[in-house]
C-alpha cells in the first residue's frame, strides 16, 4: 500500500531564512508522482509543486524546491527565504495508482514563520 | 471567478438532519472528488467520479452519498449527519488522463459542524 508519513508537526522559522519540510513515502511502484500543497489558515489548498520518480532533475519553482532522493524514498520541501505569507500547514502527497487516481495525503506540518 | 466552488462555506447543523454539500466547476474535467479533512490529518478520499454515469466509493464513504448531477456539478451528502462528521470538506476536480503529474484542483472547502 502507498504511503505519504510527514514527521514535523509543527516548526518553525526565522523570517527570511531557509526552512526544509520532511516527507517519506512508500510504495512498490515504479512509477510514481509527488506533490506539495499548501494551506494557509483561510483553508484552501494550493498546488506548489510536484515531482516524478523518474524526473532526473530536482523540481523547482520559485522559492520551493524539492530534495527528491529516491533510495531513501524521500521527497522534502525546502523553502527558501521565507516570508510571514508562508506561515501555513504543507502536506506531501501522492498519486495514488489504483483506479482512483486520488491523492494519498500525509499528516502534514504547521510552519510558523517569526519576524 | 474562481474555478472550483463550494457552496455553502460553513454550515452547523444538527445532529440527524439531512446536509448537502455543492460542489460546481468550470474546468471542464471529467474527474471529480469529494474529500474529508479532519484536525491533524490529512485529506481522506470518500467518494469520486469520472462521469455523470460512473460513481465510486472511496476510503470513508460510510455515512455518505453523492450525486453527479452533470460534468460540472458533483454533491456530497449526508443523509443523518453525526457529530463524528465534523470536518472540512474539499471538492477537487482533475483533467482525465493517467500521467503522474495530473494535478487536482480543490475548491475552497466547506467548514462543517454537527452539533
Known amino acids: 500500500a502507498q504511503k505519504i508519513t510527514q514527521t514535523q508537526p509543527g516548526m518553525f522559522v526565522q523570517e527570511k531564512e531557509a526552512v526544509t519540510l520532511d516527507c517519506t513515502y512508500d510504495?512498490?511502484?515504479?512509477?510514481?508522482?509527488l506533490f506539495w500543497y499548501k494551506q494557509p489558515s483561510s483553508g484552501e489548498m494550493i498546488f506548489l509543486i510536484y515531482?516524478?520518480?523518474?524526473?532526473?532533475q530536482n523540481a523547482t519553482e520559485g522559492r520551493y524546491s524539492l530534495n527528491f532522493q529516491k533510495a531513501r524514498k524521500s521527497a522534502n520541501l525546502v523553502i527558501s527565504a521565507s516570508q510571514l505569507g508562508d506561515s501555513a500547514m504543507y502536506f506531501c502527497?501522492?498519486?495514488?495508482?489504483?483506479?482512483?487516481?486520488?491523492?494519498?495525503f500525509g499528516s502534514g506540518t504547521r510552519l510558523l514563520v517569526r519576524p | 471567478d474562481a474555478d472550483v466552488t463550494q457552496t455553502p462555506r460553513n454550515r452547523i447543523t444538527k445532529t440527524g438532519k439531512r446536509i448537502m454539500l455543492e460542489c460546481s466547476q468550470t474546468?471542464?474535467?471529467?474527474?471529480m472528488y469529494w474529500y474529508r479533512q479532519d484536525p491533524g490529518l490529512g485529506l481522506r478520499l470518500i467518494y469520486y467520479?469520472?462521469?455523470?454515469?460512473?460513481?465510486n466509493k472511496g476510503e470513508i464513504s460510510d455515512g455518505y452519498s453523492v450525486s453527479r448531477q452533470a460534468q460540472a456539478k458533483f454533491s456530497l451528502s449526508l443523509e443523518s449527519a453525526i457529530p463524528n462528521q465534523t470536518a472540512l470538506y474539499f471538492c477537487?476536480?482533475?483533467?482525465?488522463?493517467?500521467?503522474?503529474?495530473?494535478?487536482?484542483?480543490f475548491g475552497p472547502g466547506t467548514r462543517l459542524t454537527v452539533l
Open positions: 477537487a476536480t482533475s483533467e482525465p488522463t493517467g500521467m503522474l503529474d495530473n494535478e487536482q484542483f
Open positions: 510504495t512498490s511502484d515504479q512509477s510514481y508522482g
Open positions: 515531482q516524478g520518480s523518474y524526473d532526473e
Open positions: 502527497a501522492m498519486r495514488s495508482m489504483d483506479s482512483s487516481y486520488k491523492l494519498i
Open positions: 474546468k471542464g474535467h471529467d474527474r
Open positions: 467520479s469520472f462521469d455523470v454515469k460512473d460513481i
